[in-house]
Structure formats: structure tokens, C-alpha cells
């Protein structure tokens, strides 16, 4: 899937390179020429050697000898250049570390504003173009990263979209406006740039100076997006990027990573995951989005049993007017037909609760991503829209499973900032078993959002008592328990049959008692944070 404006960059690299006098010793190009195997036959003999290059220059681990060891770049079917496994990892091995090729800061907060007043919701898409003094960037650098993949399917074509369109006269206004962007990019080329970089950013908010980390890596833009990732990501103290297993990698499994991150929007259902990537220009086709879509299931009108499922058709991907002019989520088609597990039922869409499916899908991710200080409001907002999921949609749809998950979050704040609360640890006890026997039934590999879960199982049961098993989690028995069990121990969680220790915390009153770890006899601690009176 390499188009011939790609090949004719990585041949302009190439003739570059050529043309320099040879300043690096022999034993660079014979080394260069050894890793080239790290590529499969597949990958075109200019990017083979164009990446083989840029490689030798970033990467950290593996030596850069070896990693035709431990990855494999192929061009093969409907992916572009991917990377697969050679070895075997198991969860929390180190798969790649890799220096940044171009980084992309964050803006300050002053130009970000400016270009929100200009242009609207456009502005992040136009962000990347003025992170970067251009000037200090050399032409390989801007070659290199012009030639990486991105899925846009119709900016080349003459049939352009309203959309693209919009962001062609955005760009155009971007460079009339800063001169020194216009001395060194075209419009073609500056459009090209600003889709690879949404779609090839590695970007992290969530730590603190991370935000400046942001950039484009050779590598790690090899990795495929996966709705069951293998894999996830995160910045060095260096600022290297570096990717871990989560679950064990067997040769031959491509590398994968959530291109909309690894929290809990990834319950969602298929149909949801796939609006949420649309604006990266694709219809997600990994293998949970292609089976069944578990995280969906509605109650059967027939039998009773909570088996209805949507059957998506195999040409979604493929039959999509990405010309059509409105906004792209809504270009993602929906299923028309239901079909039971259980009894064979089959029904159209009209038939069931699409629009109240809708509302909720909106509704329940708005409140959970509430501030803290409206914990209190939102837990009862929470109850309801638990209680309409349970009503309209079933107990097995996601939207009831991630109202239930928000909250039990909302609820253990108010356990330790509220003097009185209206709920009771037994139904904190049934809420957190409800989630782990859903995330078992409907989303079984997805480790990280199930080490979420147990994560905040595992601050209810040291703020109210009893081990993980009395929460819902028997890592003991449960298939990737050990796994689950390792990472807390990773975070410095302490776990017995009865009782659950924390790491120390800053500036509480038992931070000593909990670091001391399990009281006489294996029973709970001594003294609990929860502090506040059932109401």
C-alpha cells in the first residue's frame, strides 16, 4: 500500500544520501546492510534501506544488530507497513525503545488560543504545522516523515470531500498567514504532513511534561491499531518512546496499540470504537471489531436471554462514501439486522432502542469524565442512567457496564472526601462484581481495562475490607489473574485472601499502618480511610 508519492520521497532520501561524500566508517554501511533482514521481502527496497538508516540513528533496544530478532516489517494484505513479532514477549517485557525522529511540542496556551479563534474546531488538526522551528529541521528529517503511512482515502483523488476541502483553505490560510511556514512547505505537502501527524503522533497529556514529548517516531508509527491491543506505550524519562507487552506476544503477532487510547472508551461497542476512529480516516477491521461485538448485546424479545447481537456486514469498510458531505462519524454505517445467540431471533434495527442506545452512549462517558468536585451529583446522575441502561438496553450492554464502573469511581471519592454517603458497601460489593463478570464475558482480553477495574477493586477493599475475592476478582483461578496480580504488585499493592495493602499514600494519617502491611493472622488492617457514616 505504498503510493508512488511515498516511494518517490523515500527515492529523493536515498539520491540525498548518494550524493554526500562518505563520512561514516565502512563498518556503518556493512552493519546497515545486516539489519536490512529486520524487513520482510514485502517492504519496497528504497524504504528498506531509507528505514534501515533512520533506524540505526533511534533506535535504543533493541541493539540495533539484533532486532531483526525481535521485529519484522511487512507490507502484506490490507495493512500498510506493519510490525510483526519474531520472538516471544511476555506481559510487561520491554518490546521497542526508540528517540524521537520530530518533535512536536505542545503550543503555548496563547498561540493555541489564537488558532482556536481563527479556526474553530480545525485548529488542532493545524497545531502540529507551527510546533516546530522549520528552520532547524533538515531536509531528510521532512523527507523521512513525508513518507510515513497515513490512511487518508481520497486527498489524492480530484473527487475531494466538503470536509477536505475546508482543511485544503485552512492550510492555504495557515500559510499566507506565517511566512516563514510558507518558505518552507507547500500546500500539497503541508496537508500531507498534518494527516500523517494525526494519525502517526505519539502524544501523552496525561503525565505531567509530558505534553512536550510529542513527536513522530520511525518505528513505533509501524505499530497497528488494535481494539485488544498487545501492546502499550509510554514516554522515558529521556523522552524515548517505549512500548510494553500486556498480554504474552507469540512470532508472527503484529504489534498493536489503541490509536484512541487504552482506558475504558475501549468497552465500548464496535460500532462506537469505530465512530471514535473515523476521523482517522478508517474503518476499524482488528479482530474484535470483525467478531462478535459482546460488548453490545441487548435482551432478546423472544427468549429473554441477553444474546441480541448486531451483525455488522464484512463490506462496512470498504463501501464508505468518504466524499459524502457531513461529518465523518456519522459515515460509519450502523447494523440493520440483530440476530440472537441463543434462540435465532432476528430483528431489524427500527425494532429495538437505537435512539435510547444512543442518548446513553452519549450520556454515561460525559458524566464519568465529571470533575471531582461533582462526585456527588454525578454518582446519582450515574444511578439513573444505570438504571435507564438496565431498563432499555440490558445489563450486558456497555453503556450499563461503564455507568456501573463510573460509579463505583465517583462512589470511593465520596468514601473518602464526604462526612455521610447514601449508598452501602453492598452495593459497592454487587456493582464491582457486576463489572468483573461482565469484562470476563464481554471483553476477556482487554487486560488493561480489566487491571483498571481491579485497580479500583483493590482501593475499595482496602478502604472497606476483605481481599479481591469478596470484590469480584479471583485472580488465583481467573485466566490472566497472574498477570493482573503482578502489575499491582508492580504498583506496590500487597494482596492476601482477606486483605488488600496499598502503596503509601502522601499526607494520610495511615500511610504508616498500610505500608507495614498485613496485620497478625492475615486480617484486615487495623484502622480503614473510610471515614464517612452511611447514610
Known amino acids: 500500500m505504498h503510493s508512488t508519492r511515498v516511494v518517490q520521497l523515500q527515492r529523493r532520501l536515498l539520491e540525498r544520501h548518494a550524493q554526500e561524500p562518505a563520512s561514516q566508517p565502512e563498518a556503518d554501511a556493512t552493519d546497515l546492510c545486516a539489519a536490512v533482514p529486520f524487513q520482510h521481502a514485502s517492504v519496497p527496497p528504497e524504504a528498506a534501506v531509507s528505514i534501515a538508516r533512520l533506524a540505526q540513528s533511534n533506535l535504543r533496544w533493541p541493539p540495533f544488530g539484533r532486532l531483526h530478532e525481535f521485529l519484522e516489517l511487512r507490507v502484506e494484505g490490507q495493512l500498510a507497513m506493519h510490525a510483526v513479532s519474531r520472538s516471544t514477549f511476555e506481559c510487561g517485557d520491554l518490546v521497542l525503545v526508540e528517540d524521537v525522529h520530530l518533535r512536536l511540542p505542545k503550543l503555548p496556551c496563547t498561540v493555541q488560543g489564537k488558532m482556536k479563534r481563527r479556526y474553530g474546531p480545525k485548529a488542532p488538526f493545524l497545531f502540529p504545522a507551527l510546533a516546530v522551528d522549520w528552520r532547524r529541521v533538515s531536509e531528510d528529517v521532512r523527507l523521512a516523515v513525508l513518507s510515513l503511512f497515513w490512511s487518508h482515502p481520497c486527498l489524492e483523488f480530484p473527487d475531494r470531500s466538503a470536509l477536505i476541502e475546508e482543511n485544503l483553505q485552512a492550510c492555504q490560510d495557515l500559510l499566507d498567514w506565517h511566512e516563514l511556514l510558507k518558505e518552507h512547505w507547500s ?6 504532513f498534518l494527516n500523517i501527524a494525526d494519525l502517526n503522533i505519539h502524544s501523552d497529556s496525561s503525565e505531567p511534561g509530558h505534553s512536550d514529548l510529542s513527536g513522530l517516531f520511525i518505528l513505533g508509527s509501524k505499530f497497528s491499531h488494535s481494539c485488544s491491543p498487545n501492546c502499550r506505550w509510554s514516554f522515558s524519562e529521556e523522552g524515548y518512546l517505549q512500548y510494553w507487552a500486556i498480554r504474552p506476544i507469540s512470532p508472527g503477532d503484529l504489534f498493536t496499540f489503541s490509536y484512541v487510547g487504552n482506558g475504558m472508551n475501549l468497552i465500548m461497542s464496535t460500532l462506537e470504537r469505530r465512530r471514535q476512529l473515523g476521523p482517522l480516516w478508517f474503518v476499524c477491521q482488528c479482530s474484535r471489531c470483525v ?18 447481537l448486531p451483525q455488522y456486514r464484512e463490506s462496512d469498510g470498504a463501501s464508505i462514501d468518504w466524499t459524502a458531505e457531513c461529518p465523518i462519524a456519522e459515515l460509519i454505517p450502523d447494523a440493520q439486522a440483530w440476530r440472537c445467540g441463543l434462540c435465532g431471533c432476528s430483528l431489524a434495527s427500527d425494532q429495538l432502542p437505537i435512539r435510547d442506545e444512543a442518548e446513553l452512549s452519549q450520556f454515561v462517558p460525559r458524566v464519568m469524565q465529571g470533575e471531582a468536585t461533582d462526585a456527588a451529583s454525578d454518582a446519582h446522575a450515574l444511578t439513573q442512567l444505570r438504571q435507564q441502561a438496565a431498563f432499555t438496553v440490558g445489563t450486558a450492554h456497555w453503556t450499563w457496564a461503564l455507568a456501573t464502573f463510573a460509579l463505583l469511581q465517583k462512589c470511593l471519592h465520596l468514601l473518602r472526601n464526604s462526612p455521610v454517603v447514601a449508598f452501602s458497601e453492598h452495593d459497592l460489593r454487587l456493582a464491582s462484581t457486576a463489572v468483573a463478570e461482565w469484562l470476563d464475558e464481554a471483553a476477556p482480553q482487554s487486560s ?16 472497606l475490607g476483605g481481599g479481591l475475592r469478596r470484590w469480584g476478582y479471583n485472580l488465583h483461578s ?13 504498583h506496590g499493592w500487597r494482596l492476601s485472601d482477606d486483605a488488600v495493602w496499598g502503596p503509601e499514600r502522601r499526607g494520610s494519617t495511615r500511610a504508616a499502618s ?6 497478625r493472622g492475615g486480617g484486615p488492617p487495623s484502622a480503614r480511610l473510610f471515614r464517612a457514616s452511611w447514610q
Not at 187 to 192: A, N, S
Not at 292 to 305: K, T, V
Not at 451 to 461: E, G
Open 514 to 519: 498500610a505500608s507495614e502491611g498485613p496485620a
Open 478 to 490: 481467573s485466566p490472566g489473574g497472574g498477570e493482573l496480580a503482578f502489575q499491582l504488585a508492580e
Open 448 to 463: 488493561e481495562q480489566r487491571l483498571s477495574a481491579v485497580f479500583l477493586a483493590a482501593q475499595l477493599a482496602e478502604d
Open 291 to 308: 467478531g462478535p461485538d459482546l460488548a453490545r448485546r441487548m435482551q432478546c424479545p423472544s427468549c429473554g436471554a441477553p444474546q441480541l
Open 187 to 192: 500546500l500539497p505537502d503541508l496537508m500531507r
